[in-house]
Protein backbone atom coordinates (compact mmCIF):
# COMPACT_ATOMS: atom_id res chain seq x y z
CA UNK A 1 0.00 0.00 0.00
CA UNK A 2 1.30 3.40 -0.60
CA UNK A 3 1.95 5.81 2.50
CA UNK A 4 0.47 9.02 2.64
CA UNK A 5 2.67 11.32 0.91
CA UNK A 6 3.46 8.61 -1.95
CA UNK A 7 -0.23 8.86 -2.61
CA UNK A 8 -0.42 12.36 -2.91
CA UNK A 9 2.74 12.19 -5.52
CA UNK A 10 1.26 9.45 -7.36
CA UNK A 11 -2.61 11.75 -7.77
CA UNK A 12 -0.04 14.67 -8.90
CA UNK A 13 1.12 12.63 -11.75
CA UNK A 14 -1.72 11.31 -12.21
CA UNK A 15 -3.46 15.03 -12.58
CA UNK A 16 0.02 15.87 -15.04
CA UNK A 17 -0.71 13.46 -17.19
CA UNK A 18 -4.77 14.24 -17.54
CA UNK A 19 -3.90 18.26 -17.76
CA UNK A 20 -0.98 17.12 -21.17
CA UNK A 21 -4.30 14.76 -22.47
CA UNK A 22 -6.58 17.46 -21.94
CA UNK A 23 -4.33 20.10 -23.96
CA UNK A 24 -3.19 17.68 -26.50
CA UNK A 25 -7.59 17.40 -26.78
CA UNK A 26 -7.83 20.81 -27.56
CA UNK A 27 -5.15 21.21 -30.11
CA UNK A 28 -6.42 18.02 -31.65
CA UNK A 29 -10.03 19.54 -32.07
CA UNK A 30 -8.69 22.75 -33.28
CA UNK A 31 -6.63 21.10 -35.90
CA UNK A 32 -9.70 19.80 -37.20
CA UNK A 33 -11.59 22.40 -37.51
CA UNK A 34 -9.07 24.66 -38.90
CA UNK A 35 -7.96 21.70 -41.74
CA UNK A 36 -11.96 21.14 -42.13
CA UNK A 37 -12.08 25.38 -42.74
CA UNK A 38 -9.29 25.67 -44.56
CA UNK A 39 -10.48 22.48 -47.42
CA UNK A 40 -13.94 23.87 -47.43
CA UNK A 41 -12.49 27.91 -47.96
CA UNK A 42 -9.56 26.52 -50.26
CA UNK A 43 -7.36 28.68 -47.70
CA UNK A 44 -4.06 27.38 -48.59
CA UNK A 45 -2.61 30.07 -45.64
CA UNK A 46 -4.39 28.56 -43.00
CA UNK A 47 -3.87 24.90 -44.09
CA UNK A 48 -0.58 25.57 -44.09
CA UNK A 49 -0.90 26.57 -40.04
CA UNK A 50 -2.63 22.95 -39.64
CA UNK A 51 0.69 21.65 -41.24
CA UNK A 52 3.27 23.24 -38.76
CA UNK A 53 0.92 23.37 -35.86
CA UNK A 54 1.15 19.04 -36.01
CA UNK A 55 4.78 18.92 -34.32
CA UNK A 56 3.25 20.26 -31.25
CA UNK A 57 0.74 17.49 -30.82
CA UNK A 58 3.69 14.79 -31.66
CA UNK A 59 6.21 16.80 -28.83
CA UNK A 60 3.00 16.49 -26.44
CA UNK A 61 2.41 12.76 -27.11
CA UNK A 62 6.12 12.27 -26.21
CA UNK A 63 5.97 14.33 -23.05
CA UNK A 64 3.13 11.72 -21.82
CA UNK A 65 5.04 9.05 -22.94
CA UNK A 66 7.47 9.90 -20.63
CA UNK A 67 5.51 11.19 -17.59
CA UNK A 68 3.71 7.58 -17.90
CA UNK A 69 6.42 5.22 -18.10
CA UNK A 70 8.55 7.31 -15.47
CA UNK A 71 5.44 7.41 -13.24
CA UNK A 72 5.07 3.47 -13.00
CA UNK A 73 8.54 3.03 -12.61
CA UNK A 74 8.27 5.12 -9.51
CA UNK A 75 4.65 4.41 -8.06
CA UNK A 76 4.24 1.15 -9.05
CA UNK A 77 0.82 1.19 -9.17
CA UNK A 78 -1.86 -1.55 -9.90
CA UNK A 79 -5.52 -1.96 -10.92
CA UNK A 80 -7.49 1.30 -11.78
CA UNK A 81 -4.11 3.34 -10.90
CA UNK A 82 -2.50 1.41 -13.55
CA UNK A 83 -5.47 1.78 -16.23
CA UNK A 84 -5.37 5.57 -15.88
CA UNK A 85 -2.18 5.52 -16.79
CA UNK A 86 -2.18 2.61 -19.95
CA UNK A 87 -5.48 4.82 -20.54
CA UNK A 88 -3.77 8.12 -20.69
CA UNK A 89 -0.62 6.56 -23.41
CA UNK A 90 -3.77 5.37 -25.55
CA UNK A 91 -5.70 8.55 -25.31
CA UNK A 92 -2.33 10.00 -26.45
CA UNK A 93 -1.66 7.71 -29.60
CA UNK A 94 -5.22 8.64 -30.92
CA UNK A 95 -5.21 12.27 -30.69
CA UNK A 96 -1.95 11.80 -32.35
CA UNK A 97 -3.47 9.76 -35.16
CA UNK A 98 -6.09 12.68 -35.40
CA UNK A 99 -3.27 15.50 -35.76
CA UNK A 100 -1.73 13.24 -38.30
CA UNK A 101 -5.16 13.11 -40.36
CA UNK A 102 -6.03 17.09 -39.70
CA UNK A 103 -2.28 17.40 -41.09
CA UNK A 104 -2.93 15.06 -44.48
CA UNK A 105 -6.15 17.48 -45.29
CA UNK A 106 -4.01 20.42 -45.31
CA UNK A 107 -1.99 19.36 -47.55
CA UNK A 108 -4.46 18.33 -50.15
CA UNK A 109 -6.27 21.71 -49.85
CA UNK A 110 -2.91 23.30 -52.14
CA UNK A 111 -4.37 20.56 -54.56
CA UNK A 112 -8.10 22.05 -55.13
CA UNK A 113 -7.64 23.53 -57.88
CA UNK A 114 -9.84 24.92 -60.37
CA UNK A 115 -13.45 26.61 -60.76
CA UNK A 116 -15.42 22.91 -59.91
CA UNK A 117 -16.95 23.68 -55.94
CA UNK A 118 -19.68 21.56 -56.09
CA UNK A 119 -21.90 23.04 -52.88
CA UNK A 120 -23.59 19.54 -51.57
CA UNK A 121 -20.10 18.09 -51.44
CA UNK A 122 -18.81 20.73 -49.53
CA UNK A 123 -21.95 20.51 -47.20
CA UNK A 124 -21.16 16.72 -46.67
CA UNK A 125 -17.75 17.01 -45.51
CA UNK A 126 -18.63 19.84 -43.05
CA UNK A 127 -21.28 18.24 -41.83
CA UNK A 128 -19.25 14.74 -41.74
CA UNK A 129 -16.62 16.54 -40.12
CA UNK A 130 -18.80 18.39 -37.62
CA UNK A 131 -20.55 15.00 -36.42
CA UNK A 132 -16.96 13.89 -35.82
CA UNK A 133 -15.70 16.96 -33.84
CA UNK A 134 -18.56 16.62 -31.44
CA UNK A 135 -18.00 13.11 -30.89
CA UNK A 136 -14.12 14.08 -30.45
CA UNK A 137 -15.27 16.66 -28.09
CA UNK A 138 -17.76 14.33 -26.08
CA UNK A 139 -15.49 11.48 -25.63
CA UNK A 140 -12.70 13.69 -24.06
CA UNK A 141 -15.27 14.85 -21.58
CA UNK A 142 -15.97 11.49 -20.67
CA UNK A 143 -12.34 10.51 -20.66
CA UNK A 144 -11.90 13.89 -18.03
CA UNK A 145 -15.17 12.78 -16.14
CA UNK A 146 -14.90 9.00 -16.32
CA UNK A 147 -18.25 8.81 -17.72
CA UNK A 148 -18.92 5.55 -19.49
CA UNK A 149 -22.62 6.54 -20.26
CA UNK A 150 -21.24 9.16 -22.51
CA UNK A 151 -18.07 7.44 -23.82
CA UNK A 152 -20.53 4.56 -25.01
CA UNK A 153 -23.10 6.95 -26.43
CA UNK A 154 -20.23 7.93 -28.81
CA UNK A 155 -19.18 4.43 -29.49
CA UNK A 156 -22.46 3.81 -30.58
CA UNK A 157 -22.16 6.78 -33.00
CA UNK A 158 -19.48 6.05 -35.19
CA UNK A 159 -22.03 4.17 -37.71
CA UNK A 160 -24.07 7.10 -38.83
CA UNK A 161 -20.59 8.79 -39.54
CA UNK A 162 -19.37 5.75 -41.87
CA UNK A 163 -22.93 6.03 -43.24
CA UNK A 164 -22.21 9.39 -44.74
CA UNK A 165 -18.71 8.80 -45.37
CA UNK A 166 -20.77 6.22 -47.91
CA UNK A 167 -23.09 8.34 -49.24
CA UNK A 168 -20.40 10.71 -49.72
CA UNK A 169 -18.21 8.67 -51.69
CA UNK A 170 -21.06 7.71 -54.06
CA UNK A 171 -21.83 11.32 -54.67
CA UNK A 172 -18.17 11.92 -55.48
CA UNK A 173 -18.43 8.76 -58.40
CA UNK A 174 -20.99 10.44 -59.89
CA UNK A 175 -19.42 13.55 -60.66
CA UNK A 176 -16.27 11.57 -61.95
CA UNK A 177 -18.80 9.63 -64.11
CA UNK A 178 -20.07 12.84 -65.39
CA UNK A 179 -17.14 14.80 -66.53
CA UNK A 180 -13.70 13.31 -66.23
CA UNK A 181 -12.11 16.92 -65.48
CA UNK A 182 -13.72 16.42 -61.94
CA UNK A 183 -11.75 13.41 -61.16
CA UNK A 184 -8.72 14.83 -59.72
CA UNK A 185 -10.86 17.22 -57.44
CA UNK A 186 -12.60 14.39 -56.22
CA UNK A 187 -10.21 11.88 -55.66
CA UNK A 188 -8.29 13.88 -53.41
CA UNK A 189 -12.46 15.12 -51.80
CA UNK A 190 -12.65 11.55 -51.31
CA UNK A 191 -9.36 11.19 -49.32
CA UNK A 192 -10.47 14.50 -47.37
CA UNK A 193 -13.41 12.39 -46.68
CA UNK A 194 -11.97 8.74 -45.63
CA UNK A 195 -8.94 11.10 -43.11
CA UNK A 196 -12.65 13.00 -41.43
CA UNK A 197 -14.15 9.31 -41.19
CA UNK A 198 -10.92 7.65 -39.50
CA UNK A 199 -10.95 10.57 -36.81
CA UNK A 200 -13.93 9.25 -36.24
CA UNK A 201 -12.72 5.93 -35.63
CA UNK A 202 -9.71 7.27 -33.04
CA UNK A 203 -12.83 8.95 -31.10
CA UNK A 204 -14.72 5.41 -30.94
CA UNK A 205 -10.80 3.92 -29.85
CA UNK A 206 -11.38 6.37 -27.31
CA UNK A 207 -14.61 5.90 -25.96
CA UNK A 208 -13.27 2.25 -25.76
CA UNK A 209 -10.58 3.23 -23.62
CA UNK A 210 -12.68 4.98 -21.12
CA UNK A 211 -14.81 1.35 -20.44
CA UNK A 212 -11.60 0.14 -20.02
CA UNK A 213 -10.08 2.27 -17.67
CA UNK A 214 -13.38 2.32 -15.79
CA UNK A 215 -14.38 -1.14 -15.72
CA UNK A 216 -11.60 -3.04 -16.22
CA UNK A 217 -12.47 -5.26 -19.36
CA UNK A 218 -13.18 -4.43 -22.74
CA UNK A 219 -16.46 -3.61 -24.28
CA UNK A 220 -17.46 -7.27 -25.62
CA UNK A 221 -20.10 -6.17 -28.31
CA UNK A 222 -19.01 -5.65 -31.64
CA UNK A 223 -18.53 -2.23 -32.81
CA UNK A 224 -21.26 -0.59 -34.46
CA UNK A 225 -19.48 -0.13 -38.09
CA UNK A 226 -21.33 1.36 -41.27
CA UNK A 227 -20.29 -0.03 -45.19
CA UNK A 228 -17.64 2.20 -46.21
CA UNK A 229 -16.36 -0.29 -48.50
CA UNK A 230 -19.32 0.85 -51.12
CA UNK A 231 -17.50 3.70 -53.09
CA UNK A 232 -14.75 0.36 -53.85
CA UNK A 233 -17.57 -1.47 -55.01
CA UNK A 234 -19.24 0.70 -57.21
CA UNK A 235 -15.95 1.70 -59.08
CA UNK A 236 -15.47 -1.72 -60.00
CA UNK A 237 -18.99 -2.93 -60.70
Not at 3 to 16: R, W, Y
Not at 37 to 50: G, N, P, S
Amino acid sequence: MMNEHTAKAFDTDLQELTRKVSEMGGLAEREIADSIQALTRRDAELAMRVVASDPTIDALQREIEEKAILTIARRQPMAIDLREIVAALRVANDLERIGDLAKNIGKRVSALEGDFHPTKLIRGVEHMASLVLGQLKSVLDAYGSRDIASALAVWKGDEEIDSLCTSLFRELLTYMMEDPRNITFCIHLMFCAKNIERMGDHATNIAETVYYMVEGQTITEQRPKGDTTAFAKAAVS
